[in-house]
């Protein structure tokens, strides 16, 4: 995530923020030109700082779901880039559903400017009957209602979410349940756009002989293979293959999971370089022999050579974590890298490039495999 900044006081601002905590201006994010912009009035509409050309409506639902985006003024939209993909919303009437859906519409404009930064194809259910919408749903059980649970999942570009996911104390239940090292609305969303990903990047292309190489058969019985998966678990060395236990379930899971991981990868290395961090370790060691060193000073959404962006990585995460471990917390990132998940790492990174150079790309994940043989760190504490 860049950093933002009210063009009308230079206060630093979160993507969240709606006004400027210093000057108070109201503040609105623009996809399209990838900023936050101070605003103000212009007769109906409002004029941007950040670009005084462009003036702005507010999204329809900058009130009832706290959506800081912005629509041109010219749009006949009423709703903001990411919001017009909502198919279904939860009743706003309660509150509670509204303070959860506020959690999940955060969540998910977090995603939305990682795949708009991607420059990766978003057609809505208006453009394409397969285009991407979410239905956002409140369990039966929790408003007395007779039906099936809801459950988290993608159809065909339809991404379903159970709000419950919104409620930490949930959502740390359901972890716990289920055995998982991390579980966040945000982690949710990533992985489930990585189904939609697979109908649109892979599926139907060239490269769909390249994914069995390296994820497995997607042909396999995906209800079998997750009931097994859920009555035994996975295969004993998993982690020497799979991001995590329930990415060994299915080569549609793991692909989804590789994905999601991916988008953890770049969007906290953008934050890192815009901090202008920098991993530079007092370590009693020879020099050259331990490579646990990184600037980070370069934009991972513009970078084509994967291998740079494990090289920076794995120094970084084995830092985070150090860190949350002084402050008794949880790893930051629980999860260990290996040359077979880098492998996968490299195919959802080619995909999103769509490289025709395969030279290049092997050599991209040759270097990504080599770093993460020399900087075998950050491996999780055990569950």
């Known amino acids: 995530m860049k950093i933002f900044q009210c063009q009308a006081c ?7 923020a709606d006004s400027c905590e210093s000057c108070e201006c109201r503040l609105g994010y623009d996809p399209e030109i990838a900023d936050m912009t101070a605003m103000l ?4 509409h409002w004029r941007g700082l950040a670009d005084t050309g462009r003036t702005y409506r507010s999204c329809a639902n900058r009130e009832s779901g706290g959506c800081n985006w912005l629509v041109p003024a010219g749009s006949p939209e009423t709703y903001c880039l990411a919001c017009r993909h909502n198919r279904v919303v939860p009743d706003l009437s309660i509150p509670w559903n509204r303070t959860r859906w506020r959690e999940v519409e955060a969540a998910k404009r977090r995603l939305f400017y990682a795949m708009l930064r991607l420059r990766l194809p978003l057609a809505s259910r208006h453009e394409d009957p397969a285009g991407l919408a979410f239905d956002f749903l409140v369990d039966p059980a929790e408003s007395y209602l007779v039906g099936p649970p809801v459950l988290t999942g993608h159809d065909n570009g339809l991404i379903t979410l159970n709000i419950a996911e ?8 359901r972890r716990t349940q289920f055995g998982e090292h991390y579980r966040t609305l945000l982690g949710h969303f990533r992985h489930e756009i ?3 990903f697979w109908n649109v990047l892979v599926r139907a292309d060239p490269c769909l002989d390249a994914f069995r190489a390296v994820f497995g058969d997607e042909r396999a019985d995906y209800g079998v293979a997750l009931q097994r998966h859920y009555a035994h678990g996975p295969a004993e060395g998993w982690e020497e293959t799979y991001v995590s236990a329930y990415a060994a379930s299915h080569p549609w899971e793991d692909f989804a999971e590789t994905w999601a991981h991916y988008l953890h990868i770049i969007d906290t290395l953008e934050t890192a370089s815009q901090f202008g961090l920098r991993v530079q370790p007092k370590l009693q ?4 022999l331990i490579q646990l060193s990184a600037k980070l000073d370069f934009d ?12 920076a990585w794995l120094p970084l995460t084995f830092a985070m974590n150090s860190i949350n471990r002084s402050m008794g ?4 990132y629980p999860f260990r890298m290996t040359p077979a998940t880098i492998g996968k790492l490299s195919f959802v990174h080619d995909r999103i490039y769509a490289r025709t150079d395969a030279p290049e790309a092997e050599a991209g994940t040759l270097r990504a495999v080599i770093a993460g043989l020399r900087h075998r760190v950050a491996a999780p504490r055990s569950a």
């Open 10 to 16: 230079a206060q630093p601002a979160h993507f969240e």
């Open 41 to 44: 009035r212009a007769g109906p």
């Open 166 to 173: 919104a409620d930490d104390v949930e959502r740390e239940r």
């Open 194 to 196: 990585g189904h939609y």
């Open 285 to 288: 060691a020879p020099a050259g």
């Open 300 to 311: 991972p959404y513009r970078s084509p050579d994967f291998g740079r962006l494990i090289e």
């Open 329 to 332: 917390q949880p790893d930051l």
